[in-house]
């Protein structure tokens, strides 16, 4: 096997094999990618059992095909450091060492035979949906913020995509914060299923910045993405996700309009002296003026006026404070409102996108 391929064409691809194999190294195959050279194409692919990642390369210069599997971490941090031109690479006789070459050196790489490498078996579903990009990335960044982070109640650990006719919804909760988010797709077949964190955290890094169509389908067990340039397969979590629609909370509640980069720099220099253990920030509003204040247990105190709209009578109510800054970096708008349903209910967090849905759970200090 030998190619030469310009830096520019795989560095980014190298970073996002090697973010997707296995780092445990449960198995040693798991922490390699796997470059399969044909005659016409280069497909590297890496995996870790629950994700796996299926890159095209373009625009390589093809000598002799064949396939290894390389270390993916050394391989994805030596391509980074090279010098910007063309890299080649070069499996020995024995097919024991992989050479890498650039214009200022050469790299040899252990190999371990491709052959060993496991297949990632998805049952081809017979409906594929086609999505833009740039919905694909709205609805994960609104929401995947609000994903728990290896919670024992695994199917939190993930963002639920669900459809029922032609409503398209992203939704993530950890129990302290919802976020949800509405779109829409005028496809056939409904479908319901959680995406494990790894994989919206590394969808979000390689899908397309610019306008592009993905397909995807997805089944009981697993979801596909497909795009010109890659596959990404995902197992499903199992589990049953929790009636979200039952958190956001309803009816008349006490309603305050700000603005959001003041607030988010109040927040952050009265964070300071917030408990290391809670993070508590208290908001009380008073004519028109709201009070953004911490204390810690060293008896040490910030406070913070802010001008306000909105409900004259009194808005008394405490969050984590970086689950509070967190929400409102999700925003785009200058003005933001906050409306409390009582100091120990769920807030709603309100911005001018109806599509946005964003709650926030009280602390009580």
């Not at 909370?249 to 309009?257: D, N, Y």
């Not at 607030?263 to 952050?268: T, V």
């Amino acid at each position: 096997m030998k190619f030469s391929i310009d830096k520019s064409e795989i560095i980014n691809e190298f970073q996002s094999l090697a973010a997707v194999a296995d780092k445990k190294q449960t198995l040693p195959i798991l922490s390699n990618i796997l470059i399969r050279c044909e005659a016409d194409n280069i497909r590297m692919l890496s995996t870790d059992l629950e994700v796996e990642l299926d890159i095209s390369l373009k625009g390589a210069n093809i000598v002799s095909p064949g396939e290894t599997t390389i270390p993916a971490k050394k391989a994805a941090d030596i391509i980074r450091e090279l010098p910007e031109g063309e890299v080649s690479f070069e499996l020995n006789d024995d097919s024991s060492k992989l050479t890498v070459k650039s214009s200022s050196g050469r790299y040899n790489l252990a190999t371990i035979p491709g052959s060993d490498f496991p297949d990632f078996d998805v049952v081809k579903s017979d409906i594929v949906h086609k999505i833009t990009t740039e919905k694909l990335i709205e609805l994960f960044h609104k929401t995947s913020f609000a994903m728990a982070n290896q919670d024992w109640r695994h199917y939190l650990n993930g963002c639920l995509f669900e459809k029922s006719e032609t409503a398209l919804n992203m939704v993530a909760t950890d129990a302290h914060r919802l976020a949800i988010y509405k779109s829409n797709l005028e496809t056939q077949g409904d479908f319901s299923g959680i995406i494990p964190r790894k994989t919206v955290v590394e969808l979000m890094k390689i899908l397309p910045k610019q306008e592009e169509e993905i397909e995807f389908y997805i089944n009981a067990n697993n979801i596909v993405f497909m795009s010109k340039k890659f596959t990404f397969k995902s197992k499903l979590i199992d589990g049953n996700y929790p009636n979200y629609n039952q958190v956001v909370p309803q009816g008349e509640g006490v309603k305050i309009t700000f603005n959001r980069r003041n607030m988010l720099d109040s927040l952050s220099r009265v964070s300071v002296l917030t408990s290391e253990k809670f993070k508590g920030v208290k908001l009380k509003s008073d004519n028109g003026v709201l009070d953004v204040s911490a204390h810690n247990p060293d008896q040490e105190s910030a406070e913070e006026k802010l001008d306000v709209t909105g409900d004259p009578s009194s808005f008394d109510i405490a969050f984590n404070v970086n689950y509070l800054k967190e929400v409102l970096s999700t925003i785009e708008d200058e003005e933001i409102s906050l409306i409390s349903f009582g100091s120990d209910k769920s807030a709603l967090v309100q911005s001018s996108d109806s599509n946005q849905v964003l709650v926030l759970m009280p602390l009580l200090l």
